[in-house]
């Protein structure tokens, strides 16, 4: 198969590495935090279970979004999939508010801009810093 050697892995191999590299990060502050060890057997049973869920949360999203008649995995389903965990699901839903705000603020930002400065800038829209409409772009 697509080890190192060939250059190439495939998809789930290299899914299955960015989970244990990041499973193994947070192992590694753990253990800092609390002074104990993980031996590397636990850092790779934890990295199978971890990844095995994460197969099973798509799966469940799927299922949730073909339910619903849709083809695209939207919120909804993502909130479906956490009812189970009321802290998991108050953060997504907080995290779903900041996301519905921050792009209302762009939206307001925007109409400002093709609006009624005629091509002059406000000294607020100069202060702006480059890249803030797509800060959170990669939080979705």
Known sequence: ??????GRQRPRSRLAAAV?????????????DK??????????????ITFRQCEIFAKDLEMFARHAKRSTINLDDVKLLARRSRSLEKYITQK????????????????KKSGTTK????????????????EDSNMA
Do not use: W
């Not at 779903?96 to 109409?111: D, H």
């Open 1 to 6: 198969g697509g080890g190192a050697c060939s």
């Open 20 to 32: 244990h590299y990041n499973v193994g990060c947070l192992c590694q502050e753990v253990a800092e």
């Open 35 to 48: 002074d104990i060890q993980f031996s590397k057997q636990t850092i790779a049973a934890i990295s199978e």
């Open 96 to 111: 779903a508010e900041e996301l519905v705000l921050n792009n209302l603020e762009q939206k307001e930002r925007k109409k």
């Open 119 to 134: 091509g002059k800038r406000t000294s607020e829209e100069q202060m702006e810093p480059i890249g803030a409409e797509s």
